[in-house]
């Protein structure tokens, strides 16, 4: 339990943002099943607190990078349900203009660096973001987000070495959210708690419960002001769980209902839910009422992309390298 007073503007930003996330991951779910949206879909629910309470956490300047499980991560920094939506569309007016689908969300203007497929691909490119901002002393800390199949990826290791050596101010953060894929995290390695990795390199390190905002709210918080000190990194294990699949393909049947129903009862939604009551920060009236606003923008975001046009053909080799190369034209 939080020893830590929140405010109330705190809990309905945190309920808000993850009711948000909620809906925008069943609604995708549901365009999926119709076969609106194509490709890979991973989906964040159940996972919510860790990008909510993260959000709540850090300052404007702070940037934030993250793997193919990336929806929540967009909506949090401010990308529009509609430019989202659009995306897993392949839309024109989606947030990478309809050519990264739902694996590469990016949006550079809010400090968002992806979204990104390679499984580990953005470890280090969080270090290097992070070491462009020591150099330009701009007080910004970058979050670097893993899932725990990413652990094992050599860049891991690498990147921990070279952060913890030049005091590079990253905090780096795996959502264990029990599976790598569909392979439990017991059948792939003898490190159980993964937060214990980054002893190795002498990296304070320490697991969290990632289905609690207040827990993620001050593990953030605390790891913040150690990068922003000159302290270098920290590594946070969020222990979570996702309610769905690996991926809109996977019916996760390698999970027992049991272990599934146990999940679903410690749900963060919910919990923050308590809390606001409990307080009387939001009656019940009041919090159907924003959970109706949070219905309508993502129906209307479906309705955005629907009506949006496809890139253009002309598109096909805009965006691919930055720069005036001769060979392209």
């Known amino acids: 339990m939080s020893k830590v007073s929140h405010s109330k503007s705190t809990y309905l930003e945190w309920y808000r943002l993850m ?8 609604k995708s779910a549901q365009m999926y099943g119709q076969q609106k949206i194509r490709g890979f879909l991973h989906l964040y629910s159940g996972q919510e607190a860790v990008i909510a309470g993260t959000m709540s956490a850090i300052e ?14 967009a909506l949090a920094v401010g990308v529009s349900a509609n430019e989202c939506m659009a995306e ?21 203007d809010k400090n968002y660096f992806g979204g990104h497929g390679i499984v580990g691909g953005q470890i280090p490119l969080g270090a290097g973001i992070a070491l462009a901002d020591k150099y330009q002393e701009n007080n910004a800390v970058t979050f670097c987000y893993m899932g725990d199949g990413a652990v094992r990826q050599g860049a891991l290791h690498e990147t921990f070495n070279m952060a913890m050596l030049w005091k590079l101010p990253v905090v780096f953060v795996v ?22 990795i980054g002893s190795a390199y002498e990296m304070p390190s320490e ?31 969020m222990k979570t769980y996702r309610y769905r699949g690996h ?29 606001i009551l409990k ?51």
């Open 19 to 26: 009711v948000l996330i909620r809906k925008f991951e069943l």
């Open 60 to 73: 404007k300047q702070d940037k934030l990078i993250t793997a193919y499980r990336d929806h929540g991560h």
């Open 88 to 108: 897993l569309y392949g839309k024109a007016t989606g947030c990478t203009k309809g050519k990264g689908g739902s694996m590469h969300f990016f949006a550079a």
């Open 175 to 196: 959502e264990n959210n029990q599976y790598a894929m569909g392979t439990s995290v017991e059948r792939t390695t003898n490190v159980l708690d993964l937060y214990k």
């Open 207 to 237: 697991p969290i419960d990632g289905m609690d905002c207040e827990a993620v709210h001050e593990s953030i918080e605390k790891a913040a002001k150690r990068a922003r000190e000159g302290d270098g990194p920290t590594f946070l294990e």
């Open 247 to 275: 991926s809109m393909s996977d019916p996760g049947h390698y999970r027992t209902k049991e272990e599934l129903k146990s999940f679903r009862e410690d749900d963060p939604i919910g919990k923050v839910k308590v809390t």
């Open 279 to 329: 307080k009387k920060y939001a009656t019940e009236k009041e919090l159907t009422a924003l959970e109706n606003e949070q219905d309508k923008l993502v129906e209307e975001s479906v309705e955005f992309a629907e009506n949006s046009p496809y890139p253009s053909a002309d598109e096909l080799h805009k965006d691919v390298y930055v720069g005036d190369y001769p060979f392209l034209k």
